[in-house]
T-cell receptor, first 107, second 115 residues
Framework: KNEVEQSPQNLTAQEGEFITINCSYS?????LHWLQQHPGGGIVSLFM???GKKKHGRLIATINIQEKHSSLHITASHPRDSAVYIC?????????FGAGTRLTVKP | DGGITQSPKYLFRKEGQNVTLSCEQN?????MYWYRQDPGQGLRLIYY???????QKGDIAEGYSVSREKKESFPLTVTSAQKNPTAFYLC??????????????FGSGTQLSVL
């Protein structure tokens, strides 16, 4: 079993829909990261959080340390949000990555 | 603009050939990393470096080599010993290193394929 599991693997939405991507992990962590990978391949860091909730524009990330679970929400989704969203966890000198969720937002 | 530059974008390797992927950063970051990405899998760490002239093996270092002669540069060589090199390779950097909780900055990647 992977240490970081994401669901769903693939997600298709209509423009304007509210989107949730989930991440569960099985190890103790010091921080959790949400990353965005665009079709060209480059990755950008969206959030790094160790507790509670963070918001940036239409994106919201939450984490529940006790349940070892995090969610990434996108409000009022737009076709430009189409990308692969990757959850990663930091622990000790290490970072572990989920396989990613491929999001397609249709106009 | 500060960032990480990887080249080339696409690279083809013939059997028995060594190839080198370039990674340069102008963020003045101490730590640099190489990751391999395969379809349906999470990123896996190949090597990382926290200081010039020092580097550490990651989870899948076999068949790869690196150097860190300058702070800005961390090239990855895929040697002929790597029998399954076809993958997307990502270079990343962070301010200090993996022992601190820091954001990673990524390059745009190199797709390596075998001829």
């Amino acid at each position: 079993k992977n240490e970081v599991e994401q669901s769903p693997q693939n997600l298709t939405a209509q423009e304007g829909e509210f989107i949730t991507i989930n991440c569960s992990y099985s190890v103790g962590i010091s921080a959790l990261h949400w990353l965005q990978q665009h079709p060209g391949g480059g990755i950008v860091s969206l959030f790094m959080l160790s507790s509670g909730k963070k918001k940036h524009g239409r994106l919201i990330a939450t984490i529940n340390i006790q349940e070892k679970h995090s969610s990434l929400h996108i409000t009022a989704s737009h076709p430009r949000d189409s990308a692969v969203y990757i959850c990663a966890v930091s622990r000790n000198n290490d970072m572990r990555f989920g396989a990613g969720t491929r999001l397609t937002v249709k106009p | 603009d500060g960032g990480i530059t990887q080249s080339p974008k696409y690279l083809f390797r013939k059997e028995g050939q060594n190839v080198t992927l370039s990674c340069e950063q102008n963020l003045n970051h101490d730590a640099m990393y190489w990751y391999r990405q395969d379809p349906g899998q999470g990123l896996r760490l190949i090597y990382y470096s926290q200081i010039v002239n020092d580097f550490q093996k990651g989870d899948i270092a076999e068949g790869y080599s690196v150097s860190r002669e300058k702070k800005e540069s961390f090239p990855l060589t895929v040697t002929s010993a790597q029998k399954n090199p076809t993958a997307f390779y990502l270079c990343a950097s962070s301010l200090r290193g993996p022992s601190t909780n820091e954001k990673l900055f990524f390059g745009s990647g190199t797709q390596l394929s075998v001829l």
